[in-house]
């Protein structure tokens, strides 16, 4: 039995191998429509989320299985005080695979070790993602069509920005990778995922100059200052608006640019650039919903 | 200045002069009943000054804990007054207990009951991280 913690789990092998999964279930969706009958997928949700929870239940639906769980700590018995461990036992008995978020740092990887079924971490506060990685990666490979050769700008919150950690660490495994950070000082990215990128001999550099950085890039991965990263609401209102990305900025970018966002936007991406063919933040919500599909395959064993 | 042998126990030699008091703590010697014995600043050839303890009982030590606070300790161990067991000790890959994670947002903030524990990620560093939250232990 498996389970998805860190995006790091999979092996760029199986990564390929998910992403050619995917591909098939987008070109054909009928094949895979009663894959998963009789079986229950739990969405355990600590923390609010639309994307991630409706794309994973989609996903669940589209395979044929059922769905069940909650989507807010206060409907479940963490409220009265039950451990992770717990509740992931608990659920075991019920459900056949495990999708959960949650505001604390290695809870899922708590989860993991006490459930008897596999576990996906949803999001755990601000640190992994990997689902939102996958995405991003099925997004890249049929946007660009490689996964490598790539110069990527990360730009916003680089800090607290769990998707941003968790691509950087899947990227670092490619060739020819370049790295752009481009964040306020207070937002730039953990100690950690700076060691990533030197222990594999990836390129970067930081910058808090978005315009200026724009030209070189294949990919421009926006993310938004979120609130409920913040101990000190006065730190999230001077930070906010760091980086708004209008048709204006986009004046040097290249044509063939890819402009992604994990999703929820507030205002870094004005609403001007959704029809702009560069924007891909769309598409990517889409294939979240076929990459999870191919990973609860996966997990599940389903062939 | 003479400190008798012992009989069966163990004897922590190379301890780095000056730490040998923080070792006598984090493994909780205070609460033996037998004899332990601290030398400080001893002569050493190969360090100049080091540290010793001396335990006149066998005890289990956790040497992940020696090996995380000063790496280049030896731990003799003494059965009828004979050396019969040398032992090196090398940072240790994982650390459980022994340090706290300080990040509020990780999960062994508010689950009680979850160990501590630690991986070595950096060797030459010796950065330890936290396995749930990868947050570097100072």
Do not use: W
């Not at chain 1, 992931?88 to 495990?98: E, F, H, N, Q, R």
């Not at chain 1, 079924?117 to 946007?143: F, K």
């Not at chain 1, 966002?261 to 076929?290: M, T, W």
Request: charged fraction near 25%.
């Amino acid at each position: 039995m498996r389970s998805l913690i860190d995006i790091l789990d999979l092996s760029p092998a199986e990564i390929d191998e998910l992403i050619a999964k995917a591909n098939d279930i987008i070109a054909n969706p009928v094949k895979y429509a009663e894959k998963c009958r009789g079986k229950k997928l739990a969405t355990l949700f600590f923390e609010p989320s639309t994307r991630t929870r409706l794309s994973f239940e989609a996903a669940m639906y589209e395979l044929g299985g059922s769905v069940l769980g909650f989507s807010e700590a206060q409907s479940s018995s963490t409220a009265k005080g039950e451990s992770v461990s717990d509740t992931a036992k608990t659920v075991s008995c019920y459900a056949d695979i495990i999708a959960m978020r949650h505001p604390k740092e290695g809870a899922p990887f708590v989860a993991a070790q006490a459930a008897s079924i596999p576990v996906i971490n949803a999001g755990d506060g601000g640190h992994n993602h990997p689902t939102q990685t996958l995405t991003d990666l099925l997004t890249i490979s049929r946007e660009k069509g490689r996964l490598d050769g790539l110069t990527v700008g990360f730009c916003g919150d680089l800090k607290f920005g769990r998707t941003v950690h968790s691509l950087i660490g899947a990227l670092c495994r490619y060739q020819n990778i370049k790295i752009v950070l481009i964040s306020p000082e207070e937002l730039k990215v953990p100690s950690y995922v700076k060691q990533t990128m030197k222990k594999n001999g990836i390129e970067y550099s930081q910058t808090t100059d978005l315009e200026a950085s724009l030209p070189e890039l294949d990919i421009l991965y926006m993310t938004r200052v979120q609130r409920e990263r913040f101990f000190n609401e006065e730190d999230y209102l001077r930070l906010k608006d760091s980086y708004i990305l209008t048709p204006a900025k986009l004046k040097n970018a290249r044509d063939d640019l890819s402009i992604m966002h994990p999703l929820p936007r507030v205002n870094e991406i004005s609403v001007e650039i959704d029809d702009d063919p560069r924007a891909c933040y769309f598409k990517q919500v889409l294939y979240g919903k076929f990459i999870r599909m191919a990973l609860i395959l996966k997990l599940l064993e389903v062939e | 200045m003479r400190i008798d042998s012992i009989r069966n126990g163990l004897v922590i030699d190379h301890i780095s002069a000056g730490k040998g008091m923080e070792i006598y703590d984090l493994l909780g010697l205070g609460d033996l009943d037998c004899t332990v014995a601290i030398i400080k600043n001893s002569n050493s050839r190969k360090m100049g000054k080091k540290d010793i303890i001396k335990i006149d009982a066998e005890i289990d030590l956790d040497l992940n804990i020696l090996g995380y606070v000063d790496p280049g300790i030896t731990v003799n161990v003494i059965k009828d007054g004979v050396l019969v067991e040398k032992k090196t000790v090398d940072l240790p890959e994982t650390l459980t207990g022994v340090l706290k994670c300080k990040n509020p947002r990780c999960i062994t903030s508010t689950e009680q009951e979850l160990k501590h524990v630690f991986k070595l990620t950096d060797p030459e560093k010796r950065t330890y991280r936290c396995i749930y939250c990868e947050t570097a232990a100072k």
